[in-house]
């Protein structure tokens, strides 16, 4: 049950000619950062990427269709762009989970010294 998601860090409207359509007003760059999400954790990762469509002829445009001017426009986004910082945040089964644990090893230690006895 780990789902892998993106969300939408920045999205740039670019002025650059569409290489299928040559529309100069249609690309639009979106930048995504990867969110992790399971039964006991949700977590921001580092990992970014970045898809370039045009919304003019509703085409993904890939890195092989991109002209240098496309190419030097998406670098320098790549520099501008900031993620956001790395972070995990535990929801309730993962508090269980660890709280629950701790008692457990708690209780062994104490049958293991001899204060708990059955």
Do not use: H
Request: aromatic share 12%.
């Amino acid at each position: 049950m780990k789902a892998q998601q993106f969300f939408t860090l920045k999205e740039v409207q670019l002025n650059n000619n569409c290489p299928e359509c040559y529309s100069n007003d249609g690309l639009v760059l979106t930048f995504k950062q990867k969110l992790i999400e399971n039964l006991f954790y949700k977590a921001i990762s580092q990992e970014t990427k970045y898809e370039m469509r045009c919304n003019t002829c509703n085409t993904d445009i890939f890195p092989v269709r991109w002209t240098n001017g496309i190419e030097q426009v998406v670098e320098y986004q790549k520099r501008a762009v900031t993620p956001k910082p790395k972070s995990l945040k535990l929801k309730k089964a993962g508090w269980v989970f660890i709280s629950v644990d701790i008692l457990i090893l708690v209780a062994i230690l104490l049958f293991a010294t001899g204060v708990i006895s059955f």
